[in-house]
């Protein structure tokens, strides 16, 4: 089978979309993936592990239009018009994939036009995702425009339940989970043996994650190391800064995600706290924690919110107010108590094991491959 993906980033920083072509390339299907590169960090085409990546950089009207709000109706017809040059050029793709709303009208305007199948991949409610940044009518004007678009959708995937009953709520379509679970690293529990307690957060360093205040709050705890890694955009360059301040903070600046469960497995707990009073985060499902559970590690989560409730299920970490208070509290009983820590490290690895790996939610997205058609 022909699989046309479409992605509003340049793929190489997107391991959920990754792993899925990947995978379904290894299965024997062809992927190809129209990609939106808008600060043009990649060349114009490229294959990537089987995986035929096509990029469309900012030219012309784009690259003058004042922000991505204004660049979206072009980017949605430069990935239409490149779909169809990619059919009339030989690649005759079965399905349309898009990964995310921002993609879907592009994805419908090929269905109609070359009569194929479309897969809605909604990696969160788009809605919420925005609605920090944008005002309320631009995010009232995407809640419809998704219950309006998803009429031409065959087959939707999402990463959680929350997100599809969400889907439910307003329509019938048929819904896959497939979860951002990580591939499994060992088949054994591999034990912490840091001579210092290192705590560890790797991703968007942003306020709604205790930013900047968490560099102060762990910098002045005895007898820990917090190392953070995070990408160059929110308050990278302010936290860069401080982390300077403090001897037991390392800064690594951004990794590739190829490098983050290596890294992840160097430490004895993660962090991944979320400003609960947020939409987008009382129904997200971090990476993070699939992370932390492949590497069997603990991790701090917010209370209250999906994460918060995923962890105490499979008490893999420990989940706590969004407060300085609390987060002290609990990096320094999980410091003073090895066998806690090593506990819950243990329930994760065995909840990667069982579960949560990418091995058991591949056979899921497959299966819908093998039936969509």
């Known amino acids: 089978m022909n699989i046309l993906m479409i992605l509003s980033n340049p793929f190489m920083v997107d391991p959920r979309v990754y792993k899925e072509a990947k995978s379904l390339v290894a299965a024997g ?64 793709f079965d399905v349309v ?16 036009k070359m009569k194929v199948k479309l897969v809605y991949d909604a990696h969160e409610i788009f809605a919420y995702m925005i609605a920090r940044n944008m005002p309320k009518f631009i995010v009232n004007f995407a809640f419809k425009m998704e219950k309006k678009l998803i009429n031409d959708v065959d087959q939707i995937i999402t990463v959680n339940e929350p997100l599809k009953e969400y889907f439910k709520s307003f329509t019938d379509k048929p819904i896959c989970i497939v979860m ?58 302010e936290v860069r800064k401080r982390c300077k301040l403090y001897g037991n903070i390392k800064f690594l600046g951004t990794l590739p995600f190829d490098k983050v469960v290596p890294k992840t497995l ?23 924690v699939f992370e932390a559970m492949v590497c069997g590690r603990p991790i701090i989560v917010s209370k209250g919110i999906y994460s918060g409730i995923f962890v105490e299920k499979n008490k893999c970490g420990i989940a706590i107010e969004y407060t300085k208070e609390a987060l002290i509290d609990a990096i320094v009983k999980l410091r003073d108590n090895p066998k806690l820590c090593n506990d819950l490290g243990k329930n994760a690895f065995y909840a990667a094991i069982s579960k949560y790996n990418w091995n058991e939610q591949k056979v899921k997205l497959l299966k819908l491959y093998s039936e969509i058609l």
């Open 180 to 237: 951002n679970c990580k591939d499994l690293i060992s088949k054994e529990h591999q034990m912490i043996k840091n001579d210092i307690f290192t705590i560890c957060y790797i991703g968007v360093i942003h306020k709604g994650r205790m930013f900047p205040e968490l560099v102060d709050i762990i910098g002045n705890i005895n007898n820990v190391r917090f190392v953070i890694a995070g990408k160059k955009e929110g308050l990278y360059e």
């Open 97 to 112: 994939h898009c990964h995310d709303l921002d993609t879907l009208f592009a994805g419908i305007c090929l269905k109609r």
């Open 29 to 92: 299907h062809s992927v190809t993936v129209i990609v939106w590169d808008r600060k043009k960090d990649y060349r114009s085409s490229d294959v990537v592990d089987g995986v035929r990546v096509v990029r469309i950089h900012n030219h012309g009207l784009m690259k003058v239009l004042p922000g991505d709000l204004f660049r979206n109706p072009c980017w949605w017809w430069k990935a239409f018009k490149k779909g169809l040059q990619l059919y009339r050029d030989g690649f005759h």
């Open 266 to 288: 160097e430490t004895d707990v993660i962090i991944s706290i979320f400003e609960p009073n947020n939409k987008n985060n009382q129904v997200g499902l971090p990476n993070k």
